[in-house]
């Protein structure tokens, strides 16, 4: 079982970025996927995540009109689509699995994790 996130880059402010969250061994169709990030010296923080059963999605206020979450269960992936980047942004990116097929915000609901993707928003 495994989650690798990838996509991850140096972009400017105002740029975008897509993030990639592919599994293996399990299939994703059945859980809830979330995204979260890391900052130095920042605890992690729930970004975005989307439910399996209803498709229903969740965005932090921070990323709310400039991030989309989506999934492709033909593919057995999720993105993230990171518009409008800014400073602030700067983090590692991991995504994780739900152990349901809904969502929330509480990393200790998420069981598996990806290895993280680096993001970095600077001029």
């Known amino acids: 079982v495994q989650l690798q996130a990838c996509g991850g880059g140096l972009v400017q402010p105002g740029g975008s970025l897509r993030l990639s969250c592919a599994a293996s061994?399990?299939?994703?169709?059945?859980?809830?996927i979330g995204w979260f990030r890391q900052a130095p010296g920042k605890e992690r923080e729930g970004v975005s995540c989307i439910s399996s059963s209803d498709g229903s999605t969740y965005y932090a206020d921070s990323v709310k009109g400039r991030f989309t979450i989506s999934r492709d269960n033909a593919k057995n992936t999720v993105f993230l689509q990171m518009n409008s980047l800014k400073v602030e942004d700067t983090a590692v990116y991991y995504c994780a699995s739900h152990r349901s097929s809904y969502i929330s915000t509480g990393s200790q609901d998420y069981r598996y994790w990806g290895q993280g993707t680096q993001v970095t928003v600077s001029s």
């Open positions: 061994g399990f299939t994703l169709d059945y859980y809830g």
